[in-house]
């Protein structure tokens, strides 16, 4: 089965210190966004977290779910920590936690997208060129070359400020 890596350990300074993945929007929690796509795309799923995000630790064990505490010392340490641990060698995807999902099913398209490309790392991006969030590569390669997978910003919000939430909620999603 293939693995997602959903990176939940972040400290949430640019929303007051918040655990983002525990924010709720329109009755869901931002992290049951990502993992309703994730569950989409029926892959096999293990949620890192850090020792700052504790509410979202429980949260995600209590749903039963695989977690790994990181170090909490950066998203790249903690990733590589996580594939170190389980020595992951197969391609593997990763998604931020803190992302709004728009428009239903955009993961499982980037999927598919992933699993006939004969690029070992592809990047989801928004039309302007920023990231989303949302990746996949082969731990087997350092250094890979990368292709783009491009979508609508109003496909996914990467929710990082108040601003972004404030665009969710009062609809400000283009």
């Not at 640019?14 to 796509?37: A, D, N, Q, T, W």
């Not at 087997?140 to 783009?148: A, C, L, N, S, V």
Request: charged share 30%.
């Amino acid at each position: 089965m293939v693995l997602a890596i959903v990176m939940c350990g972040g400290r949430g300074s640019r929303l007051g210190f918040v655990e983002k993945p525990m924010i709720e929007i329109k009755g869901k929690k931002l992290i049951e966004h990502i993992l309703e796509e994730i569950e989409l795309a029926d892959l096999e799923v293990i949620c890192v977290t850090s020792p700052y995000a504790k509410k979202t630790e429980d949260f995600l064990r209590k749903r039963g779910l695989e977690v790994f505490r990181g170090s909490g010392l950066g998203y790249m340490e903690d990733l590589k920590e996580t594939i170190e641990s389980y020595g992951i060698l197969d391609p593997v995807f990763t998604a931020n936690s803190d992302l709004y999902i728009v428009r239903k099913g955009v993961f499982l398209e980037f999927f598919k997208f992933y699993m006939t490309s004969d690029h070992p790392a592809i990047s989801m991006i928004y039309e302007n060129g920023n990231p989303v969030g949302i990746n996949a590569f082969d731990p087997f390669f350092d250094e890979q070359r990368e292709e783009k997978f491009i979508i609508n910003e109003g496909d996914i919000i990467n929710v990082d400020t108040p601003q972004d939430l404030e665009r969710i909620v009062y609809g400000r999603i283009f």
